[in-house]
């Protein structure tokens, strides 16, 4: 363990941010912000918009620096740190909007990961052919299968569908195998018949262990995935727990769902 | 380990039929004379070198030529100091060149788009200008570096081989002088290698990230790729081609002044890369050898030429035709080639080697469909 960590670390607790600020200017978009993923557990955080949800997002994978407060990654300190170094570690991430690679073909899409898996961050291998490297290839022709993308393998990725392209930022995240993935609101603008495909595909990854944190607005999707929820407002936590707990807390009712529900 | 996948093998080979039959195919063109196809090869290893840094990463250098300088500088000081012959040039050379790119590049990686361009464009612009002046006494200004009967050429003193043919030092191969076809052949040797060499880039995993930064920066960062190192490589592999290009030149020539440097020559390497096909293995050297004919050959027609050409027609008509036409050639071949330009990029933006693709698929496809149609019938 590294002895230099601001904070102790958790027993079972794989990411852990601890006093995280961040200020945009005069702005405060995250204050005090203490949050525990659990090893093995989706841990959803929901929020009305602007309540900071990606901003917290964006500090946990490097994108923007937190004004104080550290990130710690399963005894690794991750302020301060590239995001291509956090990635390295574990962590990948689907976007909001589809981050894939529109020009190239589907199958090099999940094929790309899977290479910064295997040969770290920089690697010059001009000897070895990427058509050759069957064992790559197989699990993404596999994981495209599992997805229902397999036939357009060939086609750019830019050509699928909104639903298709989310599908495949999630498997070009899977085929890393990491220890912790992020999914920002990784069914917006689904309709219902493809959120619910996502709901499954993401309960069947549950089964593997992988520790995941889901920003969502649709309830549906929280309430059928997580096991503990938080609940951002105006850059603050104003509730962790399980979803019953999160329902019954009158706070949230008066911050998120606007008043008590039956 | 120099395996390439089929496909690969048959474009190595038919680029390999090209080139080593140019002096054939070339002969109608009124092109096949050694010192110009030797340009021919050497301008295509230039473009294909640069083509692994634009067509792979899609960032545009406006400094290329700097490199190509370097190399022919490199070179001429191989074969006045150490031998005529050309291993340990080439070999010089590249090294050089490459180290040049590592410098300039380091810098020039900081910033994307059109900041890199204009980075790369001020470095070349002040390496064409400090080779005329400061650094007179290792480029020789404007006179250029030339190889004298008097150089020491230290290991060509020790092997007690001269260097010289025709009491002048030539640069030669294992003692084989290099004149003529030979020149040409070993420089159609270098471009087969380079071509070999792009390919394996191309195939590689390596490849694979680079076309992953162009294709999308921010994913690249976000699974787990270090893309500045990725970068680096690519353009100093670029630069090593262009280093290669420019020793070559000075074989053919052994002479090296700075205005192979110039911010033109960096543009005519764009210009041949964009013509030919950005990101294709074949259409930098489509490119090349397009442009280095019009300049060469285009710009030798003149009005004699074209009033032999009409000579059949009527005298008024071949007047007309004649002075029409001969705005478009000699000293006015740079605007045809700017017609050519224009035309391409807007209607084949993908450069000529991707039209060529478009039409064989649409060729093919409407075979299918006539194959379909009587299946039907019948």
């Known amino acids: 363990m590294n002895a230099e960590l601001p904070i102790a670390p958790v027993p079972n607790i794989v990411l852990h941010a601890a006093d995280v600020f961040k ?163 990784p069914t917006a603008g689904m309709s219902r018949h493809d959120t619910n495909t996502t709901i499954e595909l993401l309960k069947k990854i549950k089964q593997g262990g992988m520790t995941k944190v889901i920003i969502e607005h649709d309830m549906h999707v929280v309430f059928s995935l997580a096991d503990t929820i938080s609940v951002l407002a105006q850059g603050r936590i104003i509730a962790s727990g399980s979803p019953q707990e999160i329902k019954e807390d009158p706070r949230v009712q008066e911050a998120y769902l606007g008043g008590p529900v039956e | 380990m120099l395996s390439l996948s089929r496909k690969d093998v048959i474009k190595l080979a038919v680029l390999a039929a090209i080139v080593l039959t140019m002096p054939i ?96 464009l001020a470095f070349a612009q002040m390496s064409y200008s400090l080779a005329y002046s400061v650094l007179t006494p290792i480029t020789n200004g404007e006179t250029g570096l030339l190889v004298a009967r008097s150089d020491p050429r230290v290991i060509d003193g020790l092997l007690g081989a001269d260097g010289m043919a025709n009491g002048l030092p030539t640069p030669s191969l294992l003692g084989v002088s290099l004149s003529g076809y030979a020149g040409f052949y070993i420089c159609a040797a270098f471009l087969i290698a380079a071509f070999f060499v792009s390919q394996k880039v191309f195939a590689s995993p390596f490849g694979m990230a680079l076309r992953g930064i162009k294709s999308n920066p921010t994913r690249m960062i976000y699974t787990g790729f270090n893309t500045k190192p990725y970068m680096l490589t690519a353009f100093v592999i670029s630069g090593m081609f262009a280093g290669l290009a420019g020793g070559l030149l000075a074989v053919t020539d052994p002479i090296a002044g700075a205005e192979r440097m110039k911010w033109t020559e960096s543009g005519n390497v764009v210009l041949m890369t964009i013509l030919g096909g950005v990101g294709t293995l074949f259409g930098p050297v489509v490119g090349a050898w397009l442009i280095k004919y019009f300049e060469n050959i285009f710009s030798a027609i003149n009005v004699n030429v074209l009033n032999d050409f009409f000579a059949v027609l009527p005298d008024g008509l071949q007047a007309v035709m004649v002075t029409i036409l001969s705005k478009f050639t000699g000293e006015g071949w740079h605007l045809t080639l700017g017609l050519v330009f224009v ?28 194959v379909k149609k009587k299946v039907v019938q019948q």
Request: contains cysteine; proline residues 4%.
């Open chain 1, 23 to 185: 200020n945009f200017g005069g702005l405060r978009a995250l204050s005090d912000i203490d949050l525990q993923i659990e090893e093995g557990k989706t841990h959803a955080i929901i929020g009305p918009n602007g309540a900071g949800k990606s901003t917290l997002l964006n500090v946990i994978i490097g994108r923007i620096p937190p004004s104080s407060g550290a990130v710690i990654f399963d005894g690794t300190l991750l302020t301060g740190k590239a995001p291509h170094e956090i990635n390295q570690l574990g962590i990948s991430r689907v976007f909001q909007t589809p981050e894939i690679f529109a020009d190239l073909s589907v199958l090099y899409n999940v094929m790309a990961p899977a290479f910064a898996r295997r040969d770290g961050a920089f690697r010059v291998n001009m000897l070895r052919s990427v058509w050759n490297e069957n064992e790559i290839r197989d699990e993404a022709e596999h994981l495209l299968q599992e997805f229902g993308i397999w036939d357009r393998r060939d086609d750019n990725a830019g050509a699928l569908s909104r639903g298709d392209k989310r599908r495949l930022e999630l498997a070009m995240c899977l085929i890393q195998r990491p220890r912790l993935l992020l999914l920002d609101e």
């Open chain 2, 25 to 120: 195919w070339l002969a109608p063109f009124g092109a096949a004379y050694p010192g110009l196809m030797q340009k021919f090869v050497i301008y295509a290893i230039f473009a294909v070198g640069f083509n692994i840094l634009f067509g792979l990463t899609g960032y545009l250098s406006f400094g290329h030529a700097a490199f190509l300088g370097v190399g022919s500088y490199t070179a001429v000081w191989s074969f006045k100091l150490l031998t005529m012959d050309i291993i340990p040039a080439m070999i010089f050379a590249i090294i050089f060149s490459g180290l040049f790119a590592l410098v300039i590049g380091y810098f020039c990686l900081r910033r994307s788009g059109i900041y890199f361009s204009i980075l790369t």
């Open chain 2, 343 to 370: 035309l391409i990029v807007v209607f084949l933006p993908g450069g000529l080697v991707e039209g060529a693709e478009r039409l064989i698929r649409r060729l093919r496809r409407s075979g299918r469909t006539a």
